[in-house]
C-alpha cells in the first residue's frame, strides 16, 4: 500500500529512478494530511503534481494540482526571492574567503544600510 491515511509508505522514496530515466516520480506532503506525487520530465523539461484524495468519497483518486515547464526558469539568476539575495550571499562569501575575513561582520555585509537597533 503506497497511501492510506495516516501512512505514507516512503520505502522507494530512498530509491530514485535510474539517471538514465526521462521521468522522476517523486512522493511529497502535499498538506497537513495530503500527500501526492511529483513527476519531473527532463526530456520535455515539465513537471507535474497530483494529489492523492484519501479523505473523502473520491477515496484513492488521483487530483492534477500544478502543471508548468520549467525550460526558461532554470535560466533566472534570482527570482521572487528573499532576503539574502544571491549576490549578497556572493558578495559575503567573496569578503570572507579574502584574508583576514574571520573580523567581518556578516550583518554589515548582508545588510550594509539597516540602520543599527538602538535600546531605548
Known amino acids: 500500500m503506497l497511501f492510506a491515511?495516516?501512512?505514507?509508505?516512503?520505502s522507494f522514496a530512498a530509491a530514485p529512478e535510474q539517471p538514465s530515466d526521462d521521468?522522476?516520480?517523486i512522493p511529497l506532503q502535499t498538506a497537513r494530511d495530503?500527500?501526492?506525487?511529483?513527476m519531473i520530465d527532463r526530456k520535455t523539461?515539465?513537471?507535474?503534481?497530483?494529489?492523492?484524495?484519501?479523505?473523502s468519497a473520491a477515496y484513492n483518486k488521483l487530483r492534477l494540482i500544478a502543471?508548468?515547464?520549467y525550460r526558461y526558469d532554470r535560466l533566472l539568476d534570482e527570482f521572487n526571492t528573499g532576503q539574502?539575495?544571491?549576490d549578497e550571499v556572493k558578495r559575503v562569501v567573496e569578503q570572507l574567503l579574502q584574508p583576514g575575513a574571520k573580523d567581518i561582520d556578516q550583518?554589515?555585509?548582508?545588510e550594509p544600510n539597516k540602520p543599527k537597533d538602538?535600546?531605548?
Request: net charge positive; hydrophobic share 35%.
Open 34 to 38: 495530503g500527500y501526492g506525487l511529483a
Open 107 to 110: 550583518s554589515k555585509v548582508l
Open 67 to 69: 502543471a508548468r515547464s
Open 118 to 120: 538602538v535600546n531605548l
Open 23 to 25: 521521468i522522476s516520480v
Open 5 to 10: 491515511p495516516g501512512h505514507v509508505d516512503n
Open 84 to 86: 539574502p539575495k544571491p
Open 45 to 55: 523539461q515539465t513537471i507535474w503534481v497530483y494529489e492523492i484524495n484519501s479523505r
